[in-house]
């Protein structure tokens, strides 16, 4: 099974910082990586899909970026409403789909 | 619109089973697999497996293999996850989900079902 490593697992930021996330999985996944956005008692949310791009509807100051075995996940301009859980997905290869443990985003 | 909505909260016994439904409306049901993944409280995202709604063919994650089943009913575009032989550490939120379209992401999501499991 392919792993995924998120970090940190958490960390505190200040409004109008950029923020910025590692995922690194444990073999070559290409550009198989998404982000996820979680609020408490929400679904996840999706917000970057196959590394870079930005789903429909998501303000532009989330970016990813990153291939083969590491990404990058930033905010630019951390927002308020931007406190949430935030998790990479993997989906290259075969099953399973892993995600990594996810990064707690406070102010 | 694409619309996953699912079942109502459950409790259950150490032992029993619970079969939790995921009611697909907005879009060609057998179009896109439905995939389930769970999240115990205060944890992660964990990935179960999916359901080929077409075919009816399931893909389980190992850790599940043996306890879980997936269905689906075409005619009411409704899949369905069963876990069997219930433990304490399946107390979790569990969600369907539907990829976006080709890509693997998760565009869409039920707004999950909590089972706990509880003597």
């Known amino acids: 099974d392919i792993q995924m490593t998120q970090s940190p697992s958490s960390l505190s930021a200040s409004v109008g910082d950029r923020v910025t996330i590692i995922c690194q999985a444990s073999q070559d996944i290409s550009n198989y990586l998404n982000w996820y956005q979680q609020k408490p008692g929400k679904a996840p949310k999706l917000l970057i899909y196959?590394?870079?791009n930005l789903e429909t509807g998501v303000p532009s100051r989330f970016n990813g970026s990153g291939s083969g075995t590491d990404f990058t996940f930033t905010i630019n301009s951390l927002q308020p409403e931007d406190i949430a859980t935030y998790y990479c997905?993997?989906?290259?290869?075969?099953?399973?789909?892993?995600f990594g443990q996810g990064t707690k985003v406070e102010i | 619109q694409v619309q996953l909505v699912q079942s109502g909260a459950e409790v259950k016994k150490p032992g029993a089973s619970v079969k939790v439904s995921c009611k697909a409306s907005?879009?060609?049901?057998?179009?896109?697999?439905i995939h389930w993944v769970r999240q115990a409280p205060g944890q992660g995202l964990e990935w179960m497996g999916w359901i080929d709604p077409n075919s009816g063919g399931p893909t389980y994650a190992q850790r599940f293999q043996g306890r879980v089943t997936m269905t689906r009913d075409t005619s009411m575009s409704t899949a369905y996850m069963e876990l069997s032989r219930l433990r304490y550490d399946d107390t979790a939120m569990y969600y369907c989900?539907?990829?976006?379209?080709?890509?693997?992401?998760?565009?869409?999501w039920g707004q999950g079902t909590l089972v706990t499991v509880s003597s």
């Open positions: 997905q993997q989906y290259g290869h075969l099953p399973p789909w892993t």
């Open positions: 989900a539907r990829v976006r379209g080709t890509s693997g992401s998760y565009g869409f």
């Open positions: 196959d590394a870079s």
């Open positions: 907005g879009y060609s049901f057998t179009g896109y697999y």
